[in-house]
């Protein structure tokens, strides 16, 4: 009965090499996040997603590039992993779009994912 | 530039006491304020918010103030348990004109030792 989930959960891969992280809520919710958390600990929006629509889009590399089939999954697919994407990425929900500062947000377990 | 400090960067206390987790915000527009708790390998759960109009928000152990004239905000966390042992994240919500953001402290690291 997990609310949101994340897979895997831990990725080790070489750089250079191409990787997707899914995330799934079972929430109903209408809105869903990417979050990464660096190697100190700051949580940073990157996407987000209303109703498969995207409006957040961060300044984040094309190399990152999210996918939502429908309103409760948002994967994120990365090409040409390097070092610097080593990190937490977190996926979260919310009930809806009515302000990044004002819904709350159900977070994922995490994926660490390793660039070596 | 939005940013969001928080002190102490970690803190070590004995189960049954208080303590105080300090946050400062630099933002602007300002919206609102947000307390999360990071339990070790999972995600951050809310615990507060609170407006510019709100000075303190309760939920259940823990009381969040908010000072929108200084900057600041706390958490008290009282009669600490072992579970409290954590990563308590500050957040600062600021109103975009095209959309909101949110801006998050590094957090405090509590350990709650028997």
């Known amino acids: 009965d997990t609310a949101v989930s994340q897979t895997p959960k831990y990725l080790v891969t070489q750089m250079g090499n191409d990787k997707s992280i899914k995330c799934e809520q079972n929430?109903?919710?209408?809105?869903m996040y990417w979050y990464k958390q660096d190697s100190k600990k700051f949580l940073k929006i990157m996407f987000s997603?209303?109703?498969?629509?995207?409006?957040i889009n961060e300044t984040v590399p094309n190399r990152f590039s999210p996918k939502s089939p429908d309103k409760a999954h948002l994967n994120l697919h990365i090409n040409s992993l390097e070092l610097g994407d080593s990190a937490v990425y977190f996926c979260?929900?919310?009930?809806?779009?009515?302000?990044?500062?004002?819904?709350?947000?159900?977070f994922g377990p995490g994926t660490r994912l390793l660039v070596l | 530039k939005n940013q969001v400090e928080q002190s102490p960067q970690s803190l070590i206390i004995l189960e049954g006491k208080n303590c105080t987790l300090q946050?400062?915000?630099?933002?602007?527009?300002?919206?609102?304020l947000r307390w999360y708790k990071q339990d070790t390998g999972r995600g951050p759960v809310s615990l507060t918010i609170?407006?510019?109009?709100?000075n303190t928000k309760s939920n259940g152990r823990y009381t969040a103030t908010l000072d929108a004239d200084t900057k600041q905000s706390s958490l008290h966390i009282t009669a600490s348990q072992l579970s409290d042992s954590a990563s308590y994240i500050c957040v600062a919500g600021v109103n975009g004109s095209s959309y909101d953001k949110v801006i998050f402290g590094p957090g405090t690291s509590l350990s709650v030792i028997p």
């Open positions: 946050c400062n915000y630099t933002v602007s527009p300002f919206s609102n």
């Open positions: 979260a929900s919310s009930h809806s779009a009515g302000g990044l500062n004002k819904e709350t947000q159900y």
């Open positions: 609170m407006t510019f109009s709100e």
């Open positions: 997603y209303n109703n498969k629509e995207l409006i």
């Open positions: 929430l109903g919710h209408d809105t």
